[in-house]
Nanobody, 125 residues
Framework: QIYLSESGGGSVQAGESLRLSCVAS????????MGWFRQAPSKEREAVAV???????DYEDFAKGRFTISRDNAKNTLYLQMNSLKPEDTAMYYC???????????????????WGQGTQVTVSS
């Protein structure tokens, strides 16, 4: 069992930046594959970006060039740097994690066993 705790959300103006953090506690192998997901009101949850323990990453198209996912394995912490935020980025952002034996199995479409409670991001125009 691992626990994920997100922070860093808030209300910003369009064009501004936010940095989300997710601290994980528990067995390190359970966090080999980690990702950020988001869900806007009345919309389905969607992937944002994922990162494997070796640092390999993948992004949804809307996140490329604006968002950067990173991790500090020593601190068991996952980050999402979000720049040039748009009103359509408004959503609850969730951190997720699971064990995957290979980086190629850590994808935007993978199934994640562990989820945080989420942190709200609101972008106004």
């Amino acid at each position: 069992q691992i626990y994920l705790s997100e922070s860093g959300g808030g209300s910003v103006q369009a064009g501004e930046s936010l940095r989300l953090s997710c601290v994980a506690s528990g067995h390190p192998s359970s966090t080999y594959c980690m990702g950020w997901f988001r869900q806007a009101p009345s919309k389905e949850r969607e992937a944002v970006a994922v990162i494997y323990v070796d640092g390999s990453t993948d992004y949804e198209d809307f996140a490329k060039g604006r968002f950067t996912i990173s991790r500090d394995n020593a601190k068991n912490t996952l980050y999402l740097q979000m720049n040039s935020l748009k009103p359509e980025d408004t959503a609850m952002y969730y951190c997720a994690a699971d064990y995957q034996p290979w980086s190629s199995w850590c994808t935007l479409r993978s199934t994640y066993k562990y989820w945080g409670q989420g942190t709200q991001v609101t972008v106004s125009s």
